[in-house]
């Protein structure tokens, strides 16, 4: 049995059997995980409270046969932004399973400090990431001005062929705006 300490942020969780979930965090120390946590839906849990998408907390993971969340602490949640919980959509989606990132994770914790993001937090999520540079080209035309991001796709796109493509876009792929005109 091997236990972990590390600061997370919470990305997401979804309901597993009747009282339990799967949450996913993004960590310091470990990267993205998902990690089991029992009882947490029921009405008395003390785990729940923490687990909120969005806040950022030290959690103490155990891994056994599964990844189990055993103890959490988080911080007092700041007033997370529609622009914010979407942010963690699209780093849920972007980033790789059990791959720590510590640029990445100054980054992400520095946003999720603020509460809400500033104009360039996806730019600079996708340069760590190594998805984005100064020559980025939409996929579609060519041109620089990019201002789309696709996932799953990792295309980038500009305003125009946005405008032309939006229609014939899967709901498999989501939208991120990350630039400003």
């Not at 989606?93 to 059990?98: E, G, I, L, R």
């Not at 996929?139 to 620089?144: A, D, E, F, P, Y």
């Amino acid at each position: 049995m091997i236990e972990h300490y590390t600061e997370a942020l919470v990305l997401g969780r979804r309901p597993q059997a009747e009282f339990d979930e799967l949450v996913t965090l993004f960590t310091k120390d470990l990267g993205k995980v998902e990690a089991f946590v029992k009882s947490s839906r029921r009405p008395l849990s003390k785990l729940s409270p923490h687990l909120l998408p969005g806040n950022l907390v030290r959690a103490r993971l155990v891994e056994k046969n599964r990844l189990q969340l055993a103890d959490v602490l988080g911080e007092r949640p700041k007033n997370k932004s529609a622009d914010f919980l979407r942010f963690l959509d699209f780093l849920n989606q972007v980033t790789p399973w059990a791959e720590p990132d510590y640029p990445l994770w100054q980054l992400v914790k520095e946003a999720a400090h603020q509460g809400e993001l500033d104009e360039g937090t996806y730019e600079k999520t996708l340069t760590v990431l190594g998805f984005y540079s100064d020559e980025s080209l939409c996929v579609n035309c060519g041109s620089g001005q990019i201002v789309y991001f696709i996932t799953p796709d990792v295309i980038f796109l500009c305003e125009s062929c946005y405008a032309r493509l939006a229609g014939s876009l899967g709901k498999e792929n989501a939208v991120f705006r990350f630039k400003k005109k």
